[in-house]
């Protein structure tokens, strides 16, 4: 196991809360076994943090078998990282699903380990992101330590047997043309990513986009689906059928995807704000329409 110590806090719920207006993390379990994330509103983090600080919406660190669902995260704005959701290091078997994530500074979701951790971690294995949509994510529109960084999708450092499957990334028009449009960044933190499957995702670019692999190994990808202009494409096939559906269904009823994405959301009242969430029976069926 990752955990720590023999004390950790098993079975731990997190559930209807909003943070809101909070510029750094907003949900971070630690040294837990089997906590259940569902149902949180992250929303509108202010951009006061210095440069040096890294923050995320959702995401655990040394714990094992978290499942995080039906949350929303918008509008994040830490000067690093600022995805809506991460799978951090010295975990376990993380599940993050039916998430709804747009107009973050980050990307949708972030992968990470320290390849520098020392002993007491053990990296982060078996990480499962599934049935998640992110619209207008990564607008980050100034510097980071890196120069200007913002992919939809992060993986940093050696995480292992990572599945990315059956999710929707909706890149919209950038807000200057100095933003990163880079789909899926997977670099170094101190080592590269191996053993990562991509199975079954839409990515869609609304502007010429790119991929960026550098080092990392023994990536597999799966029947994906690119709609708009890439560079470095993992996969070249085209598959018309699925890019018809998708202009039928999404792009027709609206170009940046709001509208026409939201018919596979629900949303209930939290706290008196409205939590958008993804409705797994209608986000299987999308897919089992193309695939």
């Avoid at 990296?123 to 619209?135: A, V």
């Avoid at 789909?183 to 933190?189: G, H, L, Q, R, Y």
């Amino acid at each position: 196991m990752c955990i720590l110590s023999d004390a950790y806090n098993k079975h731990t719920i997190v559930r209807n809360n909003v943070i809101e207006k909070v510029p750094g993390d907003g949900i971070v379990p630690i040294g837990c076994d089997s906590t259940l994330i569902e149902y949180n509103l992250m929303c509108d983090s202010p951009d006061i943090l210095p440069m040096t600080e890294a923050a995320a919406g959702i995401w655990p660190w040394s714990c094992d078998n978290t499942v995080i669902q039906y949350n929303e995260v918008w509008g994040h704005k830490a000067p690093w990282d600022a995805q809506g959701f991460d799978s951090d290091y010295n975990c376990q078997n993380t599940l993050i699903q039916y998430n709804y994530s747009h107009d973050n500074y980050g990307g949708m979701v972030l992968i990470c380990n320290s390849g520098n951790a020392g002993n007491y971690s053990c990296g982060n294995i078996g990480s499962i992101i599934r049935y998640n949509i992110s619209i207008g994510d990564g607008i980050r529109p100034k510097e980071t330590r890196q120069g200007m960084f913002s992919p939809s999708i992060h993986i940093a450092g050696p995480v292992k047997q990572t599945l990315v499957e059956r999710n929707i990334i909706h890149a919209n028009p950038k807000p200057s043309d100095a933003v990163d449009r880079t789909m899926i960044t997977s670099d170094s933190w101190d080592g590269y990513a191996d053993n990562t499957c991509f199975r079954q995702n839409i990515y869609y670019a609304a502007e010429p986009s790119r991929f960026d692999f550098t080092s990392s190994t023994r990536n597999a990808f799966e029947e994906n689906i690119y709609i708009g202009q890439f560079k470095n494409l993992p996969e070249s096939p085209k598959n018309k059928k699925a890019e018809n559906f998708y202009t039928e269904k999404v792009l027709k009823e609206s170009a940046d995807g709001y509208k026409g994405l939201r018919c596979l959301m629900d949303s209930i009242k939290v706290k008196e704000h409205t939590l958008h969430y993804i409705k797994p029976e209608a986000i299987k069926t999308f897919f089992q329409s193309i695939f």
